[in-house]
C-alpha cells in the first residue's frame, strides 16, 4: 500500500495535480462563488488601510475639543496639538517629527496584524494561501508559520497586552468626550456616542481575542480547581466565537470615530449636542 | 427542465458527472439518474451501482454520518456523501462527485487513507498516571468537556483532505500530521489526567517540533468542512498554537524554567 | 492458480469492533503475535453507531446497583433463555471493562463527584449506562483503537516496526476458516489453523496461518429491508462458523429496535436511540394517546407505572415510583408499535410519534441528544426541540450465533475457534437489552482473546493449511467472474445481478420472517430462499478484482443466505413467542420451551445441490440454573418462566 508520504512525482505537478491523485486538470470544481468572500476581504481592508495610512501621515485634524481622534491617542511626542485634560505624555520628547499618530498605531496595528483572525483573512484574501477551501493555491511552496518571518505571529499575545493599555486610554478619551468644547464636564454630544459605540467594540473585539481566551483560562488544565477564572474563560469563549465579526465592526467605528473628529475639526460638520 | 420533473412522488432525473478512474487515468462521466424524495448523495451513488455502474467505487458504512467512511468531494466542496441531501441542490444542476483529492486514488470514488493511519501512529499515546487504579479516576464534567468535543471526530479525514498544507503541496506530508490529529494532541493535552509530562513528554513541544503545529496558517477550512461540527481552529489548533507559544515565546516562562533549571 | 501470499501468526481476529478489537488487545498483551482482519478501514466498524451507553453495575448512580441486579435484569430481559453463566460472567466483569477502558483515555461524561455517569434504560432497573452524550459506540472503538496504537507504538520502540506482534489488515474480508484434515477414528473433525482471505482494495487473495482464530464478526441485520445496520453486517462470522462445522443456536430470535427513523424511504431503518427514552422522550399514537400503559405484559406489570403521573414522577424520584412504560425491554415496545400501526393509528409515515420537544427544553435536548438531533435535522429536516419524531421498528440485532463455552468463548466442536460479541449466542437469550451489547463485546472479547492466546501458546503442531483446500477457497472466491461462461450447454440462464438477488433476499426476509411470524410465510420464505441460492450460484459482476463492490456483494449473498436460513427454519420450529420470536399462531410463551435452544448445523459439509436445504436443525436441553442464581429471584417471578419439573429441583 501506499503510504502517501513519498515525495512529489517526477512530472514536477504537485498538490491536486500531483500523478497519485485523481486525474482531474481543474483546479478546483467549486460551483459557488468562492471568490466572493476573499475578494471582499480584501476589498475592505484595502479601504482601510489606505485611509488610516493618509490619517496617521497627514499629522493634522485630529482634535476638536473634546474630542481626540482615536489614531493619535495617547500623544508621546511633544508635537501634539494640547489636548485639555488629554493624554498628552511627552515620552518622546521634541526630537520626534514625524507624525505622532505613527508611535501609538504600532500597537494595534501590530495587535490586528497577528490576531487570528486577521491573519486568516489576509491569507486567504492577499496571499491566496488558500483563496478558498478546495481551491488550489497558486504557489509552488508553503512553510506556513513554521519559520521566520511568520514564525513572529506567535507574539500576538504582547500585542494583545499592548491593546490592553491602548484599550484604556481610548476608553479615557471617552470618557473625556463628556464634556463640552469648554472642557465643562456632564454634556454629551453625537461625537460621545460615537466614542461609546467605538470604545465598547474595541473592547468587545480586544477581550475576544484569542490569546486573552487563553490567558484568562484555556492554560489550565483543571477548570474545577478555578471555578472564577473557568467562568471568565466560558465568557471570553462566547465572544470569541463573534471574534471576526467584532473585529469588522471595531475596525469600522475606529475609522468612523477618527473620521467624526476629522470633519469636525475641518469644520465640515458640526457636532451635535445632546445636552 | 420541465420535462426532468416526472411528477410522480417527487422523482426526477438527475445529471450527474462521477469521476472514474485509477492511478493511471481517469475522468469524469456523465450519468442521468432518477432521483426520489428525501435522498442524499450516497442513495444516488448506489442506484448508480444497481442500475448502470456496477463496479463503481465507493466507501461507505453507516449511511448515518457516524462513521465517516463516505467522504468525497461534490462540486468540489469535501462532504459525507450519506449526509448530503438532494434537496440542497437546483433539479436542474449538474452534480459533480469525485474522489477526495488531497489523498492518492485507488478507484473510483476511493482514496488511499493510509498517510491519516501513519500520522495517527506518530502521536504519542495517552499515558494513565501510575498511581491511579482502574475504577479510581475522578474527573470533573467542566474538565472532559473539551477533550470531549474532540472526541467526537469520526476520523472522516475531510479536514486532512482540505487543508492546503498537504492538499496544495504533497512534500509536506511527512513534516505536517495534519488538523485531526494537531487535534488529538490537544486533546491529550486538555485531559485532566494525562501523564505525559510525568513521563518526560512535553506534548506542545512535540506539536511544533515534530508535528508541524507552526505550517497551520489557520485558515480554518477544517473547521469549515467537519461534517460533526467541531471548531478544530478555535478550540484545537489556536488553543495549542498558544500553549506552544507559553513554552517557547514567553520569556516570563522561559526565565522561569531557567531558574527552576538552574536549582535542580 | 496463482501463488497466494501467506503469512503466519498466533491469533487472528475477524473483526475490528468492539469485540474483535479487545480481544485483539488481549491476545496481544498475553504475548501473542496477533492480526486483526476487517472488511472496513479501522476504526468504521458498526460499533460506533452504537449510541445509548455500555451497562455496568459501577453503582456511580444509584448505590443499590450491583452485579446480581443487573443479572437479573438481564435474565428478564432475555425471557430466562439466556446461557446464565455468559449472563453472570457479564454482569460481573462488566464494570472492570468500563473502569480499564478510562485508563486507556477514554472519557465518559461524569457525575458530580467525578465518577463516570450512568443513565437509565429499557430494563434495567437502576441507572446503569456509561455513555459519553449519545455516542458511546464512538467513545468505545475510537478508544479500543488508540489503545491498539499504543501497544504498536510499544513494537515500535521494542523491534523497530509497528507491525511486529499487531498488525490491522483493514478492507479485507475472510471468506473461508481453514481446517487441519480430520482425524480419522477420533471426534476430532480438525482444528483450526488459519484464514482465507482477500483484500478488497487490489482483489489479492492471502492466507493468513494460525492455529487460534476470533470471530467477532457482529450480525446479520443485512439481510433484512429494514434495518440499523451497515452493509458490514452479512452474517460472515455466522457463516463461516457453520462452514467450519461449528453449531449457531438461538437464530429464530432478531432483535427489532421499537425506534427507527421511518422517514425519508433512503434512511428508513436508522437507529433513534433508547435514550430518546430513558432521558423522557414518550411514544404516542395518532390519537395522541400515550398507548404503551396498554401493553404492559403480565411478567413486568408490578414494575411499570400505571399511570402516567407516576411515570413522570419516576424520573426525578425513581426509589418511590414505577419506570414508565416506554422503557420496557424492547421485543415489548416494538410488538406495540407494530401493533398501533396495524389497528391504523399510526404516524402519516407508518411509523409512531416519538416526542422529546415537550419534555424538555430545547437546550437540554441538544446536550444530551446531540446526534440526534444532528441526525433528524440533516437528513429528515425535523426539529427534534420542536416537533415529535416519527419512528417504528427495525431489524437492529440478532441475540442468536455461534454456540461457545460461557468461560473460554471457545465454539463448540472446533478446536482453535472462538467467537465473542453479536456473533457469539447465549448472553441475551431471547432479547437483548440495551447497553448489554457493547459491556457483552469487552467482557467477552477479552475473554476470548485471553483463551484463544492460551490456546494458541498450547499448540506445538500445527500442519500448515494444505494447497487443495486454498485452491478450493480461491475458486470458490472466483466463481462470480466466470458466471457468464461457466457450463454453457444446460439450460444456459443468463449471470444474476446480485444487487437484484441481494433486493429480493431482504424483501423476503422482511415479509416473511419480520417482526410478526406465521408458519405458513415462513414455509414460504424458506422455498424463496432456496430459489435464491440456486440463482445465487450464477450471480455475476463485471469488470475487475480491484474495488469491486458487486464482486464483494456476490460473495458475502452466500452467508446471508445461510444465516437467513438458520433465522427461518428456528422461527418455523420455535411454537411460541419469546423476545425477539413472535410467532401470530402461537402467541403466548410456553415454559416448555423455556430450557431448549434450537441448534443449526450444516447439513452437507461438501456442497450438494445448492436448492438442497444446507441447515439441519436439532434440539438441545440447556444446562439447569445454578441454584444460587436461581435464589436471587423470587419464587412468584420463577413461576412464570420456568416449568414445574425446573421449578422442583
Redesign the interface.
Known amino acids: 500500500?501506499a503510504t502517501g508520504i513519498d515525495p512529489a512525482s517526477q512530472t514536477g505537478a504537485t498538490g491536486v495535480h500531483d500523478a497519485s491523485r485523481a486525474a482531474i486538470p481543474a483546479r478546483h470544481l467549486r460551483t459557488d462563488r468562492w471568490w466572493l468572500a476573499p475578494a471582499a476581504t480584501a476589498a475592505g481592508l484595502l479601504v482601510f488601510v489606505v485611509y488610516s495610512t493618509w490619517r496617521a501621515f497627514a499629522n493634522a485634524d485630529y482634535y476638536h475639543a473634546p474630542y481626540v481622534s482615536p489614531f493619535y491617542s495617547p500623544c508621546l511626542a511633544a508635537n501634539c496639538h494640547p489636548m485639555h485634560g488629554g493624554p498628552n505624555w511627552e515620552i518622546f520628547g521634541s526630537w520626534w517629527g514625524l507624525s505622532p499618530a505613527l508611535l501609538v498605531l504600532i500597537f494595534p496595528l501590530g495587535f490586528r496584524l497577528t490576531c487570528y483572525y486577521y491573519r486568516k483573512a489576509y491569507y486567504r484574501g492577499f496571499w491566496a494561501s488558500p483563496p478558498a477551501c478546495a481551491v488550489a493555491e497558486p504557489h509552488r511552496k508553503y512553510t506556513g508559520e513554521s519559520r521566520f518571518p511568520l514564525i513572529l505571529q506567535n507574539v500576538h499575545r504582547y500585542f494583545f497586552y499592548f491593546a490592553v493599555l491602548v484599550a484604556g486610554v481610548l476608553t479615557f478619551d471617552t470618557v473625556l468626550s463628556f464634556r463640552d468644547e469648554h472642557h465643562a464636564w456632564g454634556h454629551m454630544g453625537l461625537g460621545s456616542l460615537v466614542f461609546l459605540v467605538n470604545i465598547v467594540l474595541i473592547w468587545a473585539y480586544t477581550l475576544s481575542c484569542h490569546s486573552c481566551r487563553h490567558i484568562v483560562g484555556g492554560r489550565l488544565r483543571h477548570f474545577s480547581k478555578h471555578p472564577v477564572r473557568y467562568r471568565l474563560w466560558g465568557w471570553v469563549g462566547k465572544l470569541n466565537e463573534r471574534h471576526m465579526l467584532l473585529a469588522w465592526c471595531s475596525l469600522v467605528s475606529v475609522g468612523v470615530a477618527d473620521l467624526y473628529v476629522y470633519l469636525l475639526a475641518t469644520g465640515a460638520f458640526s457636532d451635535p449636542r445632546f445636552f | 427542465m420541465s420535462e426532468q420533473q416526472t411528477g410522480q412522488s417527487g422523482a426526477y432525473q438527475a445529471h450527474f458527472r462521477v469521476w472514474r478512474g485509477?492511478p493511471d487515468d481517469g475522468g469524469l462521466t456523465d450519468f442521468r439518474v432518477e432521483v426520489?424524495?428525501?435522498?442524499?448523495v450516497l442513495?444516488i451513488v448506489h442506484r448508480l451501482?444497481?442500475t448502470q455502474a456496477?463496479?463503481?467505487?465507493?466507501?461507505?458504512?453507516?449511511?448515518?454520518?457516524?462513521?465517516?467512511?463516505c467522504s468525497a468531494e461534490i462540486n468540489g466542496r469535501p462532504r459525507l456523501l450519506c449526509?448530503t441531501?438532494m434537496?440542497v441542490f437546483d433539479r436542474a444542476e449538474t452534480i459533480t462527485v469525485t474522489p477526495m483529492r488531497g489523498f492518492p486514488v485507488?478507484?473510483?470514488l476511493?482514496t488511499d487513507?493510509s498517510f491519516n493511519?501513519a500520522k495517527?501512529?506518530e502521536i504519542?499515546?495517552?499515558v494513565?498516571p501510575e498511581e491511579?487504579a482502574?475504577?479510581e479516576?475522578?474527573?470533573?464534567?467542566e474538565d472532559?468537556s473539551r477533550?470531549?468535543e474532540f472526541?467526537?471526530?469520526?476520523?472522516c479525514f475531510l479536514c486532512q483532505d482540505t487543508c492546503h498544507v498537504v492538499r496544495d503541496h504533497e512534500e509536506n506530508k511527512s513534516a505536517f500530521a495534519g488538523p485531526r490529529f494537531l487535534m488529538r494532541i490537544a486533546e491529550?493535552d486538555m485531559?485532566p489526567l494525562?501523564a505525559a509530562s510525568a513521563a518526560g513528554l512535553d506534548r506542545k513541544r512535540t506539536a511544533q517540533d515534530a508535528h508541524g503545529l507552526g505550517y497551520c496558517n489557520i485558515t480554518k477550512c477544517c473547521t469549515e468542512v467537519c461534517p460533526e461540527?467541531i471548531k478544530i481552529t478555535d478550540n484545537a489548533l489556536i488553543p495549542l498554537k498558544e500553549r506552544a507559544a507559553d513554552r517557547k515565546y514567553d520569556p516570563l516562562v522561559w526565565l522561569g524554567s531557567k531558574i527552576r533549571r538552574r536549582k535542580e | 492458480m496463482a501463488h497466494v501470499d501467506r503469512q503466519t501468526w498466533d491469533v487472528v481476529v475477524v473483526g475490528a469492533g468492539g469485540a474483535g478489537l479487545r480481544a485483539a488487545i488481549e491476545a496481544r498483551e498475553a504475548g501473542m503475535r496477533t492480526a486483526v482482519i476487517c472488511k472496513?478501514?479501522?476504526?468504521?466498524a458498526?460499533t460506533?453507531?452504537a449510541e445509548g451507553g455500555i451497562a455496568a453495575s459501577?453503582g456511580n448512580v444509584n448505590e443499590g446497583d450491583n452485579w446480581q441486579v443487573h443479572f437479573r435484569d438481564t435474565m428478564r430481559g432475555g425471557k430466562f433463555l439466556n446461557h446464565w453463566r455468559m449472563a453472570e460472567l457479564h454482569a460481573r466483569e462488566a464494570?472492570?471493562r468500563v473502569?480499564?477502558l478510562?485508563?486507556?483515555?477514554a472519557?465518559f461524561?461524569?457525575t458530580k463527584?467525578?465518577?463516570i455517569s450512568q443513565r437509565n434504560f429499557g430494563g434495567h432497573e437502576y441507572p446503569r449506562l456509561a455513555h459519553?452524550?449519545d455516542?458511546t459506540g464512538?467513545?468505545l472503538i475510537?478508544t479500543l483503537q488508540?489503545?491498539i496504537?499504543?501497544l504498536?507504538?510499544e513494537d515500535?520502540r521494542e523491534f523497530g516496526a509497528?507491525d511486529a506482534r499487531l498488525k490491522v489488515f483493514q478492507e479485507s474480508t475472510v471468506t473461508r476458516v481453514l481446517k487441519t484434515p480430520a482425524e480419522p477414528g477420533t471426534a476430532n473433525g480438525g482444528r483450526v489453523c488459519g484464514a482465507f482471505c482477500y483484500e478488497r482494495?487490489s482483489g489479492r487473495f492471502f492466507v493468513l496461518e494460525a492455529p487460534a482464530v476470533v470471530l467477532a464478526t457482529g450480525g446479520i441485520g443485512k439481510s433484512f429491508k429494514v434495518t440499523s445496520n451497515?452493509?458490514?453486517y452479512t452474517g460472515d462470522g455466522h457463516a463461516l462458523a457453520l462452514l467450519a462445522g461449528a453449531p449457531l443456536i438461538n437464530m429464530e430470535f432478531v432483535q427489532f429496535h421499537p425506534t427507527g427513523m421511518v422517514?425519508?424511504?433512503?434512511?428508513k431503518g436508522?437507529?433513534v436511540t433508547e435514550s430518546v427514552r430513558g432521558d423522557g422522550g414518550v411514544l404516542r399514537n395518532s390519537d395522541g394517546k400515550r398507548f404503551m400503559f396498554d401493553y404492559v405484559p403480565d411478567v413486568f406489570k408490578e414494575k411499570y407505572a400505571q399511570s402516567e403521573e407516576e411515570g413522570d414522577r419516576w424520573y426525578d424520584d425513581p426509589d418511590h415510583n414505577r419506570r414508565p412504560p416506554e422503557l420496557l425491554p424492547r421485543d415489548e415496545v416494538a410488538r406495540a408499535i407494530n401493533s398501533e400501526v396495524k389497528a391504523g393509528r399510526g404516524s402519516p409515515h407508518g411509523g409512531v410519534f416519538l416526542d422529546v420537544s415537550t419534555r424538555m427544553p430545547a437546550e437540554v435536548i441538544k446536550r444530551r441528544l446531540p446526534?440526534m438531533y444532528?441526525?433528524f435535522k440533516?437528513?429528515?429536516?425535523v426539529d427534534i426541540t420542536a416537533e415529535p419524531m416519527e419512528v417504528g421498528p427495525t431489524c437492529h440485532y440478532v441475540m442468536g450465533g455461534v454456540e461457545v463455552e460461557p468461560d473460554t468463548a471457545a465454539a463448540r466442536g472446533v478446536p482453535g475457534l472462538f467467537a465473542a460479541g453479536e456473533v457469539a449466542g447465549g448472553m441475551h437469550g431471547s432479547n437483548r437489552l440495551g447497553g448489554n451489547s457493547l459491556s457483552d463485546l469487552l467482557v467477552f472479547g477479552r475473554r476470548a482473546g485471553l483463551h484463544a492466546a492460551a490456546y494458541a501458546a498450547s499448540v506445538t503442531d500445527l500442519p500448515a493449511p494444505d494447497e487443495e483446500q486454498i485452491a478450493a477457497a480461491e475458486a470458490e472466491a472466483l466463481r462470480p467472474f466466470r458466471a457468464g461462461d461457466e457450463e454453457p450447454a444446460a439450460g444456459a440462464e443468463p449471470p444474476e445481478?446480485?444487487?437484484?438477488l441481494h433486493?429480493e433476499l431482504q424483501q423476503a426476509m422482511n415479509d416473511l420472517v419480520g417482526i410478526i411470524r406465521k408458519e405458513g410465510e415462513m414455509a414460504e420464505a424458506l422455498k424463496r430462499l432456496a430459489g435464491l441460492r440456486a440463482r445465487a450460484r450464477r450471480a455475476g459482476?463485471?469488470?475487475?478484482r480491484?474495488?469491486?463492490?458487486?464482486?464483494h456483494l456476490s460473495l458475502d449473498l452466500r452467508n446471508m443466505l445461510l444465516v437467513s436460513e438458520c433465522v427461518a427454519r428456528a422461527a418455523l420450529e420455535r411454537t411460541e413467542s419469546r423476545g425477539g420470536h413472535t410467532r401470530d399462531d402461537h402467541a403466548a410463551m410456553d415454559r416448555n420451551w423455556r430450557d431448549i435452544n434450537l441448534v443449526c448445523e450444516l447439513a452437507a459439509p461438501h456442497g450438494g445441490p445448492p436448492a438442497a436445504d444446507q441447515i439441519r436443525l436439532s434440539r438441545r436441553t440447556t444446562p439447569p440454573i445454578r441454584p444460587d442464581l436461581l435464589e436471587l429471584f423470587e419464587q412468584e417471578e420463577l413461576a412464570k418462566y420456568l416449568t414445574d419439573e425446573e421449578l422442583s429441583r
Open positions: 500500500m | 485509477d426520489h424524495e428525501g435522498e442524499v442513495d451501482q444497481a456496477p463496479d463503481l467505487a465507493v466507501r461507505w458504512n453507516c449511511k448515518a454520518g457516524k462513521c465517516g467512511s449526509m441531501r434537496s485507488v478507484r473510483d476511493v487513507v493511519y495517527a501512529r504519542p499515546a495517552f494513565p491511579l482502574p475504577g479516576y475522578r474527573m470533573q464534567q472532559v477533550s470531549q472526541r467526537k471526530c469520526i476520523e491529550l485531559h494525562d461540527g | 472496513s478501514l479501522f476504526g468504521k458498526h460506533v453507531m459501577m464494570p472492570d473502569w480499564e478510562e485508563t486507556w483515555g472519557l461524561d461524569r463527584d467525578g465518577r459519553v452524550g455516542r464512538l467513545e475510537r488508540q489503545k496504537v499504543a504498536q507504538q515500535e509497528y482494495e451497515s452493509w458490514e422517514w425519508p424511504p433512503s434512511v436508522i437507529l446526534s444532528h441526525q440533516e437528513l429528515a429536516d445481478n446480485p444487487y437484484t433486493q459482476v463485471e469488470g475487475h480491484q474495488y469491486n463492490p458487486g464482486w
